[in-house]
């Protein structure tokens, strides 16, 4: 369903709206993908007892087939989580929300996340080597199960090592799937390598994996960046000729750039705060955000700030779930009663907590990925 | 090497020389291979002790790199033999005869044979199941077991299934190819499915394996039919720039079919011998065949037959080893002393003992598949 006309005014004037460059509306409506409606989030808080914050501030605004998920939630049928990630050396807390938000899917609902590492992905696409492409999944799995996940709740599948599992699975997608589909859907030319061609079959197939291991039909929400949307369209046509549940996705905004661009971006460094980034990098990236605030101590005083339009403020929606600290915040920015060097040391140490409780958590998982792995609970 | 002027016109009055309507010589220029010369089957013969007669008979014909092998031959260093088959329901004495070729291969030569079974192809360009496929893998792996292979000699490799030893060597493989030279390579259209697109790396990774499963550079032997001869040209292409021994191919002419077209067709069942047909059938097939023999009786045992455009006949120099008696068929049929129906009882005595063999050894073999698999001693 899509929202109302007061439904989406509404969301407008919450000091949740993240506004920015990209209309999100516009985004949804070009990917033909549906608004995430009040009715949908009052179904997921009635079950779940609470809304996360991603969702209460509209970080995950829109969707393809939640309906079906809604239906299992209200029906306590089977369903589960599948997300994933190319993995590299530069993870950064942008790459994280979705599995913040996963990890409390995983919590409210008692559903299982499979979550696919594509080093194969990254080593047919980028310049770096199957070894490093493997390396980095490992590292960026310490992240993930860093987030709290128990070994019950998440199945980590490693591309170049779990493709057993996959690969039955990729060959039945592969066969409905034409180059010309595949080049027009990806934009591919014939100078792509065959390998890239053919890896969406492998990050449909995982969506198609619960049904297959659980031995039942088992629908699967897939929260994700919009960017990845093509893959699920694909996998959503392909779904029911397959005997599968066409799965579900849920998209998120963009975190923007410390340095006000829509998106971090993983090889500029400045733009974006690294997973294992140290305090003394922390402090200056956020130090040198770029704020919605007065250009001098008195006019942000008289004038007070524009936390609509300022990455510091973003960054409080994003990753500090108090709503009332987050409120105070948008209040004394816009009354001018907190100056943007006390508002940065504020959320400087919102982040640092984060990202201790991450690195202390990595070295705990250390041992313990193995655990995790898909190949130690499935057969 | 070239076989020198005197060399080749020795090889054609022999009476193992195989006419026909396929001029192989043009075949292997069409193809850029090497014909096999008399310098070089004498240097197997005397490593060997003796030379199979497929290699005496001019069955195998063609090389490309042969030196590589002979050289490990005579340098006593590693090397190993890789083949494969893409399984169906109609095995037939046609597909067997590089298997053979083969298992002599590793009785003389203690070699091992990397054998794919390639369920996954056969899949994506058939309209069969992926049950189906797998399942004929199975159903014809007991047909190569059933040649006499030690386990130690012959690991199997089930694409669908051993998919995790192909993938990492398929993915640098992959990165190699581009659309383009696959398109090109092996004619496909946009309308090809990806899956199709992206199998030649699987069946050149098999190429590479051994040398990832012995931890040393290890040459590869491909019997073949020169029609694979586009994968395993990409993969000497490909093989020194991913640090991998160019793998070397030795092409087998086609076994005609009884009907005497040049080729035996799996979907034509009257045109082959199947290696489940029962005697019934075999006979009637064998009785069925064209021969060179003259229209009448009297004609025949007047003018003799020609044993050169005889089907029958050529069965006899692809299927029974024994020369004098080959030799002796030859000239009783020039001579005229030997009727077709005669030639054609002795050849079906032989296919029928050669089958019950396969038979009575298939029915042996299928509780041990299992000690022929890769699996089982590759880890």
């Given at each position: 369903m899509e929202p109302s006309k007061a439904e989406r005014e509404s969301f407008e004037v919450t000091p949740w709206e993240v506004r920015g460059r990209v209309d999100y509306r516009k985004l949804a409506e070009t990917f033909g993908v549906k608004l995430l409606s009040e009715s949908e989030l009052k179904v997921i808080e009635r079950h779940a007892g609470e809304l996360h914050y991603l969702l209460r501030r509209g970080f995950f605004y829109a969707h393809r087939g939640l309906e079906t998920i809604l239906s299992c939630i209200e029906q306590k049928t089977r369903w589960a989580l599948y997300t994933g990630r190319g993995p590299s050396a530069d993870l950064h807390l942008g790459h994280i929300v979705p599995w913040m938000f996963a990890k409390w899917l995983c919590d409210k609902f008692g559903v299982e996340l499979f979550f696919e590492m594509t080093d194969d992905e990254k080593f047919l696409i980028r310049d770096i080597s199957l070894e490093d492409a493997n390396r980095y999944a490992y590292d960026n799995a310490l992240t993930l199960i860093a987030l709290g996940f128990k070994p019950s709740q998440l199945h980590l599948i490693v591309d170049t090592e779990d493709i057993g599992y996959l690969y039955r699975i990729a060959l039945r997608v592969a066969k409905c799937l034409t180059l010309s589909t595949v080049k027009h859907t990806f934009g591919f030319?014939?100078?792509?390598n065959v390998g890239a061609v053919f890896f969406p079959t492998l990050q449909i197939s995982v969506a198609f994996l619960p049904t297959e291991l659980y031995r039942e039909k088992t629908p699967v929400l897939i929260p994700a960046g919009i960017d990845q949307d093509p893959y699920f369209r694909l996998a959503r046509d392909l779904a029911e000729k397959l005997g599968y549940p066409k799965p579900s996705t849920i998209y998120c905004k963009f975190i923007p750039?410390?340095?006000?661009?829509?998106k971090m971006s993983a090889?500029?460094?400045?733009?974006a705060i690294y997973v294992l980034d140290d305090e003394t990098t922390v402090r200056r990236k956020i130090m040198n955000a770029l704020t919605g605030?007065?250009?001098?101590r008195e006019l942000q005083r008289r004038l007070g700030g524009n936390p609509e339009n300022c990455v510091v403020y973003r960054y409080f929606l994003a990753y500090v779930d108090d709503d009332s600290l987050v409120c105070k915040i948008y209040r004394d920015c816009r009354q001018g009663s907190i100056l943007c060097g006390e508002c940065k040391q504020i959320l400087f140490e919102h982040i640092v907590k984060l990202l201790r409780v991450l690195r202390e958590n990595r070295e705990k998982a250390k041992d313990r990925v193995w655990e995790y792995r898909l190949s130690t609970k499935f057969k």
């Open positions: 030319t014939d100078s792509m750039a410390l340095t006000g661009e829509e090889s500029r460094p400045e733009t605030g007065q250009p001098t």
